[in-house]
């Protein structure tokens, strides 16, 4: 291992800075009313210390940065898109690549090409833009995901696995022909960042392939899911962050992937695959929603940064620094007895809101509450990951009541020091001294997609 003795340490150093505001409690009052007690409808500039969400909000590096440069913005044959392929190529393994603008163009898609109308896909518990996407192409997601996924205190390392019994149960009951794929997220965002290990990845692909059911990686976060494998699975303490990404790759047909996140970008996508129709198939569909094949709403010096970034965020010390922040901000909340999701996940902290505010049912969206009075108090922006970003079934229009209804304390890549993880627990800490205080919230206004993105609601 080429870790340094505290990978808390920053693997890199300031070169440019942005300012930040500090603001009273009265002026954020205001601001959260404003936004109807949702933190997505925040005014960026509004908020302090930002831990919305680990998506786009990285940091890029002067290699990035000087990368970005080297654009070539031609319509067609872009070279960045050519150095994004290698790349792709070298460090997932996929045959085809088709760029899309952020990792849902990929889901689209994907759940395009793969999915008839009634069909089944099963996945690792559901996200929340890739359910949408699989079930307005005609699918029914049901989780596979094994239950101590869904208890925050349970301490499996590898919480994201999927229950194979659950899955072959599937297939009896319904079908094989009638299960368009099977998604798996590595790691696991709503379960809380939970990694899949490699002996179970490496199962669903065998029984998959049996069945003739193809597998589709969500490789969002692969590579945080690589150093989990890394640092707990055994056999694969001395293989390299990038060759067990290949390997855990290698079980299966392809992937969906969000460039904004482990590839320190601030914006793109792809899908990936290796069978040449489905290839053809997302190519045609990504010339109609994204752009041509060899750009996919992406720009070149777009390309060029995620290409950058992949090769970075896949050195074994890269992710170790970024679990361990999680792990230093995790720890402290611990340590003061906040209830969190455990283990502490890979992108960020998850506190157990339905702990956090036992007194707040969850029809009153208590995780909601929580990010909206993390912000008031201290001007330090979460998200809710609960009732809310559960949303309803499709067929009886209920909500689901997640039995994980968290706060997401999300972990930009490379923006935030220790001494603003300390401000981020203390406000934590002292929110949850006055915890028996807190009222809950009703829902006044609610879209018909993704309603968390947008909901807005009244205090109770
Ligand atoms: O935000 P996109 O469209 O680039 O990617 C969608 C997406 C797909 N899969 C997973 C696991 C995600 O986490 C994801 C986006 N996540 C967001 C925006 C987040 O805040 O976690």
Redesign the pocket.
Same mark, same amino acid.
């Given at each position: 291992m080429t870790l340094t003795s505290n990978p808390m340490a920053e693997p890199y150093k300031i070169k440019m800075v942005e300012p930040v505001k500090i603001t009273t409690r009265e002026f954020r009052e205001k601001a959260a009313k404003e936004a109807g007690h949702n933190t997505f409808l925040l005014r960026s500039e509004d908020v302090y210390i930002d831990l919305l #969400? %680990?998506?786009g909000t990285n940091a890029m590096s002067e290699s990035q940065w000087a990368g970005m440069m080297l654009g070539d913005e031609a319509y067609a044959g872009s070279k960045n898109y050519y150095f994004l392929e290698k790349v792709m190529h070298d460090c997932f393994g996929y045959k085809h690549l088709v760029p899309t603008h952020? /990792?849902? /163009?990929a889901?689209n898609l994907v759940s395009n090409a793969l999915i008839k109308p009634g069909q089944y896909v099963p996945g690792n518990m559901y996200?929340t #833009? +890739?359910r949408a996407h699989q079930e307005l192409a005609g699918g029914n997601f049901v989780d596979v995901i094994i239950d101590d996924a869904h208890d925050p205190y349970n301490t499996n390392p590898f919480k994201g696995d999927v229950d194979l019994k659950k899955y072959e149960d599937l297939i009896k009951r319904v079908g094989a022909e009638q299960i368009a794929y099977i998604t798996i /997220?590595v790691t696991v965002?709503l379960a809380g960042g939970q990694p899949v290990s490699m002996a179970n990845l490496k199962a669903v692909y065998e029984l998959s392939q049996k069945h003739k059911i193809p597998v589709i990686l %969500?490789a +969002?976060?692969a590579i945080e899911n690589a150093y989990f494998i890394k640092v707990r699975e055994k056999g694969y303490e001395n293989k390299s962050v990038r060759e067990i990404l290949r390997e855990m790759c290698s079980y299966s047909d392809g992937a +969906?992937c969000? !460039? *904004? *996140?482990d590839f320190h970008t601030n914006i793109g !996508?792809f899908a990936a695959c290796n069978d040449d129709a489905m290839a053809e198939h997302m190519r045609s569909m990504c010339v109609v929603y994204e752009g041509l094949q060899t750009y996919g709403g992406m720009t070149g010096r777009d390309m060029e940064a995620m290409a950058r970034g992949i090769l970075e965020a896949s050195e074994d010390h890269v992710m170790a620094h970024r679990v361990a922040q999680a792990e230093y901000l995790g720890n402290k909340l611990i340590a003061a007895g906040i209830p969190i999701v455990l283990p502490i996940g890979g992108h960020g902290v998850f506190i157990d809101a339905r702990a956090f505010y036992s007194h707040i049912p969850q029809e009153q969206y208590p995780a909601q509450k929580l990010a909206n009075d993390i912000y008031v108090h201290s001007g330090v922006r979460t998200?809710e990951r609960g009732n809310v970003s559960a949303g309803r079934c499709k067929e009886t229009g209920k909500e689901f009541f997640p039995k994980l209804e968290t706060v997401r304390v +999300?972990i930009p890549r490379r923006v935030y020091t220790q001494s603003h993880f300390d401000v981020v627990a203390d406000a934590i800490i002292d929110l949850y001294k006055q915890r028996d205080k807190a009222k809950g919230l009703k829902m006044v206004f609610e879209p018909k997609y993704l309603r968390f993105f947008q909901a807005r609601f009244e205090m109770l």
């Open positions: #969400t %680990d998506s952020q /990792g849902r /163009g889901e996200f #833009t +890739t /997220g965002n %969500d +969002t976060r +969906t969000s !460039g *904004k *996140k !996508g998200m +999300t």
